[in-house]
């Protein structure tokens, strides 16, 4: 091959694991890996009956795996004073510790554990979905901050997708053993990070012609990845596979998890032509890449949490849309009423998440049904992190449709998915299963965004962390303290009915309709006050949102774009 080709490959295939798609690509293997929280409905029947649990105990774990999962202010001051590597470092051992001491106690390799420590375990293991987030959301939304609708919905998307791709992979390595795939959860969302840990990283804005394109190339992509997963689950539960037909499921799930990076390449290969064609390389000492991709060095400024006076953090306040300081965003009525939606839409979500393996089994469905279940929920949260993310965005655009309005919506159809499970009928649960997945995973992209668009992304990592924090403890609550209980106490009524005490069986178990439906009689209303709090801030952000949101952000990648022209044409 002449020199002269061999290095214009050379600077392309430079410009690519450079760029920013291909840290965009990193970012999406990343999340695709950070779902793993959602996978608690597989493998919870595996504690509970391992280490003889009651539903309490076991929704008293799954609160600590939530308080986890949205506890990430931690990540998100780390990110302010230190490089994106090191944040998703951090997350990979953390995941990797905290799942595999699950593994071991799930296992019997070590002496059964108190149950303090395992909710320790799980929210240590839980937390590192923090980390992924911290480095590879807020870096992709700052690299493309015109999209972000569409760019929060991908992301959030493929991390709904997760718990499926990582059922198929687990099935294809271990076969079907779920404590197996708690053994996967430690290992492979871990690997991942550190594989990719140093192609994730923020850089200057530059104006695309093709970005919205390229963005619904990836979208087509993924919902064909969705589809193929859906149709898989339900083929699986019906017909017998053999271990190599799992393996050529999992074969094609990761190529199509990966099939992005072709897409991501032919953009660059188009811009790394063009650039030839109107600025062909000079001869000089110092060569330039044919398409500049300047690094923003990560300046971690130190006076984040610096003091304000009163009238900075309550009377003084930018405009909505300017960069708030922590505290301005934290204490503003914008906030207070994002974190009661937040507390009542998530929070009742999570409590429905967590216990849909018991669900299916108080209602009489068989294991493979109450798997198909929990596939079918992961599945249909995938669809609504898109659709929040990409539908919001094009109505945002075309019409001035406020996303604190979409958000409204989604809170109801909650209620709808509550109401199916509190009043079951036969085959209600798989219907509940898509609505209150489809709820669910359009609830995140939303929160987010509205976050980034009201208190602006100089500290983007640490608000939108800060702003999921009702969502534990709307689980607590309505986990641990209404619904645990209430399923015990029915549970011991059956138990009464037949004879027994509790000391007489191993696991406490509730079989009927009774089981769950005062519980999520109250679940559905507090999803419908959360709507009508979210309605409050419709009203609240109405003027902001008819307004041109995005324009300062157009005009900073022109001006990068100018400068990179300038400094070219030297």
């Known amino acids: ?107 019997g390799k070590i002496e059964k554990p108190n149950v303090w420590l395992m909710c320790m375990y799980i929210c240590f293991g839980a937390n590192s979905q923090n980390f992924a987030n911290t480095g590879a959301l807020v870096t992709s939304v700052r690299n493309f901050p015109e999209s972000r609708g569409n760019l929060i919905g991908l992301l959030k998307g493929f991390t709904g997708l997760s718990g499926a791709i990582m059922t198929q992979i687990y099935l294809a390595v271990y076969g079907n053993d779920a404590t197996s795939l708690i053994l996967l959860i430690a290992w492979l969302p871990a690997a991942i990070s550190v594989i990719f840990v140093y192609t994730i990283r923020e850089m200057r804005v530059v104006k695309q012609p093709n970005q919205l394109k390229v963005f619904y190339n990836c979208l087509a992509i993924a919902i064909v990845l969705a589809l193929f997963l859906m149709v898989m689950t339900l083929v699986e539960r019906t017909v017998r596979f053999t271990h190599a037909a799992y393996v050529g499921t999992a074969t094609i799930a990761c190529a199509l998890l990966f ?56 009377l003084n306040k930018p405009e909505r849309g300017e960069d708030y300081s922590i505290l301005q965003a934290l204490l503003s009525t914008d906030m207070l009423i994002l974190f009661v939606a937040t507390f009542c839409g998530l929070g009742t979500s999570l409590t429905a998440v967590d216990n849909l393996g018991q669900i299916g089994e108080s209602l009489g469905y068989p294991t493979t049904t109450i798997k198909s279940f929990v596939s079918l929920l992961s599945i249909w949260n995938f669809f609504g992190r898109i659709f929040s993310g ?126 769950y439906r005062q519980a999520f009689i109250i679940l559905a209303s507090v999803a419908f006050f959360g709507a009508l709090a979210s309605l409050i801030l419709v009203a609240r952000t109405r003027k902001f949102y008819r307004g041109d949101i995005y324009k300062k952000f157009r005009e900073q990648a022109e001006a990068t774009e100018a400068e990179m022209a300038s400094t070219n044409n030297k």
């Open 259 to 314: 099939l992005p990076l072709l897409v991501f390449v032919r953009e660059e290969l188009g811009v790394f032509r063009r650039k030839n064609i109107i600025d062909p390389p000079r001869v000089s000492t110092t060569e330039h890449p044919p398409v500049p991709v300047v690094v923003v060095v990560e300046n971690k400024d130190t006076n984040n949490l610096k003091c304000l006076s009163f009238n900075d953090i309550f």
């Open 390 to 515: 990409f539908v919001s965005e094009a109505l945002l655009v075309k019409y001035k449709f406020p996303r604190t309005l979409m958000m409204t919506l989604v809170l109801l159809l909650s209620c709808i998915g509550l109401l199916l499970i509190a009043f079951p009928f036969n085959g209600s649960v798989y219907v509940a299963s898509v609505i209150i997945g489809f709820s669910f995973g359009a609830q995140l992209p939303l929160l987010f965004s509205i976050i980034s668009e009201l208190f602006g992304l100089k500290y983007y990592s640490t608000l939108f962390n800060c702003g999921q924090l009702a969502s534990p403890l709307g689980s607590y609550i309505l986990n641990v303290k209404v619904t645990g209980p209430l399923y015990d106490r029915e549970a011991l009524k059956d138990l009464v009915k037949k004879g027994l005490t509790r000391s007489s069986v191993k696991e406490l178990t509730c079989i009927g309709n009774q089981c």
């Open 1 to 107: 091959m002449p020199m002269g080709k061999s290095h214009e490959i050379l600077q392309f295939t430079n410009n690519v694991i450079q760029g920013r798609w291909f840290s965009l690509f990193a970012s999406f293997l990343v999340m695709a890996g950070a779902g793993a929280t959602y996978l608690f409905g597989t493998y919870s029947k595996e504690i509970k009956s391992s280490l003889g649990y009651d539903q309490t105990t076991l929704n008293l774990l799954g609160f600590f795996k939530d308080l986890g999962a949205n506890v990430g202010v931690f990540s998100g001051l780390l990110a302010e004073i230190t490089p994106t590597w090191f944040v998703l470092l951090v997350g990979a051992s953390m995941n990797f510790t905290g799942y595999f001491m699950i593994w071991f106690s799930v296992v």
